[in-house]
């Protein structure tokens, strides 16, 4: 009786751990997937603003601050 009891707790109690680590994983994967995607659009736009920088020709930038 001891021992059924103990084995249905201990199956429920696995059963139940693996569902809320499943839940927090699918949780985490989400958040850093749209981490990922915001960064990688911030570094796109960064990188589009640095080429254009770069195509400024330095006598001109140098005219227009002095």
Do not use: C, H
Request: no cysteine; glycine share 4%; net charge positive.
């Amino acid at each position: 009786m001891i021992r059924s009891r103990l084995l249905w707790f201990a199956l429920g109690f696995s059963v139940t751990s693996a569902s809320i680590s499943q839940f927090i994983y699918k949780d985490l994967w989400t958040d850093r997937f749209t981490l990922k995607s915001d960064m990688k659009q911030k570094f796109d736009a960064l990188e589009a603003r640095v080429s254009n920088l770069e195509f400024v020709p330095y006598e001109e930038s140098k005219s227009s601050s002095g």
